[in-house]
C-alpha cells in the first residue's frame, strides 16, 4: 500500500518524475495555491501545474525550505 503523503512547502525544492527539456531536474516552489509555480533551477524557466497534477509528477523533495526542518 502506497499512501504515502507529499508534503512539501514554499521554497523547497523538488524532484519531478519527468525532467525539463533543458536537462535540469531540480525544482523550487515559487507559489502555492490551487496552482504550483515551479522554478527550474537549471535554466531558470518557470512553469505552472494544477495542484493534483503537481502532487502526481512530484517524484520527491530533495531539499526542504531553510526553517521548515
Ligand atoms: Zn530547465
Do not use: Y
Not at 49 to 64: A, G, I
Amino acid at each position: 500500500m502506497n499512501v504515502e503523503r507529499k508534503v512539501f512547502h514554499l521554497g523547497d525544492i523538488v524532484q519531478m518524475k519527468k525532467p525539463h527539456p533543458c536537462g535540469g531536474n531540480e525544482w523550487a516552489v515559487i507559489r502555492m495555491g490551487m496552482d504550483i509555480r515551479i522554478k527550474c533551477q537549471t535554466c531558470g524557466r518557470s512553469v505552472l501545474l494544477p495542484r493534483s497534477q503537481f502532487e502526481k509528477d512530484m517524484k520527491k523533495v530533495v531539499r526542504h525550505a531553510e526553517g521548515e526542518n
